[in-house]
């Protein structure tokens, strides 16, 4: 086991591919493109061609740098219409307006990070219902259902895909 930059990474022996080094999730976008000398330099000393590394630095840096996708429907469940609803997930808020009942509306965002909702829904008679639920996770797509009754905001079982 190695450790980099307060990062560990775990070299596989020769039963493996030559050289190959695994480096967890938290090695995203950001950090993988600044260690990527250093990475070249490890996979190099590994006797790995050329052309391997350029193909697994492609890969690596495409998969660490492309954001997850995620939507949710909200749909009214109560009695009176849905004036204001905001919903902040992964550093991002998206507003719906004017939702009437047993209708939905839709809202999308990008998955940047692990993250939950914030969910504030503002009825047409001033009431006021707040809650975080649910919970994303960098690395999978989200499709998920926030529904709001009269007393109450909840999120139906999230269908997931992986990247």
Known sequence: ?????????????????????????????E???????WILTRMRKSGVPLASIGAALISLVMASCT????????????NE?????TVS???????LNGIQPNKSAS???EVRSDSHYD???EFGSGKTLRTQIGYVTHGLDYHDEVVVTDSGIEISDAKTKTQ
């Open 67 to 78: 954001p997850n996708k995620g939507d949710f429907l909200l749909t009214n469940k109560s």
């Open 81 to 85: 219409t849905i004036a204001r609803a």
């Open 31 to 37: 950090s993988t493109l600044s260690n990527l000398p």
């Open 1 to 29: 086991m190695l450790e980099f930059s307060g990062y560990q990474i775990e070299e596989f022996g020769e039963d493996t591919a030559r050289g190959a080094i695994w480096m967890p999730d938290i090695l995203r976008c």
């Open 107 to 109: 809202g999308f965002y």
């Open 119 to 121: 969910v504030t829904v």
């Open 89 to 95: 997930v992964c550093n991002q808020t998206i507003e």
